[in-house]
């Protein structure tokens, strides 16, 4: 059974900072694509960012590009969102996801996806 647990949500102002931490297993986070989304009230759930460590490639969506990090701790067995210069228009749920497929090749999609964390809220004021 494969279980996500996102922690490290909260209320931040603009062009402030969170860190959010998404815990799996050692063998999925070495193995399967892990994916950071989100979903704004009344939106579709975004793909914000992935990793595939097994290639060491990582995926960014433009909105986040240069704002935003994803990284992995294999000795706390944590995959972490590094969100710096947040904006109001960051404010959402967010996702930890795992893809079986190895590799990330349709990361942004949430189809993608057979696992997902609970989510975590992250609300940026202006």
């Known amino acids: 059974q494969v279980r996500l647990v996102e922690s490290g949500g909260g209320s931040v102002q603009a062009g402030g900072s969170l860190r959010l931490s998404c815990e799996a297993s050692?063998?999925?986070?070495?193995?399967?694509?892990m994916a950071w989304f989100r979903q704004a009230p009344g939106k579709e759930r975004e793909g914000v960012t992935a990793?595939?460590?097994?290639?060491?490639?990582?995926y960014s969506a433009d909105s986040v590009n240069g704002r935003f990090t994803i990284a992995q701790d294999n000795a706390k067995n944590l995959v972490y969102l590094q969100m710096n210069s947040l904006k109001p228009e960051d404010t959402a749920k967010y996702y930890c996801a795992a893809s079986a497929w190895r590799s990330c090749g349709r990361w942004p999609s949430p189809s993608y996806y057979s696992y997902w964390g609970q989510g975590t809220q992250v609300t940026v004021s202006s």
């Open positions: 050692a063998y999925i986070l070495n193995t399967y694509c």
């Open positions: 990793l595939y460590r097994p290639a060491g490639s990582s």
